[in-house]
């Protein structure tokens, strides 16, 4: 099990973690065009987004793959891997 946690790049983030970062490097427009959910679009918050997220697994898995493609987790994964 220990395996396959070091493999996942989201181990130890948590959706609030994630909300806030996507929030201050994309802001919720941004968000809202990516993830196209309601508690991206109108009157947003990271309260809101947490609760419909947490009750909503096809909506917290296209978060956490834009979570992923917005801060390159797999590409630095891979560059920090080659260069030891």
């Not at 427009?29 to 959910?37: C, L, R, S, T």
């Not at 797999?74 to 260069?83: K, L, Y």
Request: glycine share 4%; aromatic share 8%; with cysteine.
């Amino acid at each position: 099990m220990a395996d396959i946690q070091a493999n996942n790049p989201l181990h130890g983030v948590t959706l609030e973690q994630m909300l806030i970062r996507l929030e201050k490097e994309l802001g919720w427009e941004q968000m809202g065009k990516a993830v196209e959910i309601r508690c991206f679009t109108h009157d947003p918050s990271v309260k809101s987004s947490l609760k419909f997220l947490r009750r909503t697994p096809w909506a917290r898995e296209k978060v956490e793959r834009l979570y992923l493609n917005a801060f390159h987790v797999w590409g630095r994964a891979a560059a920090r891997t080659s260069e030891d």
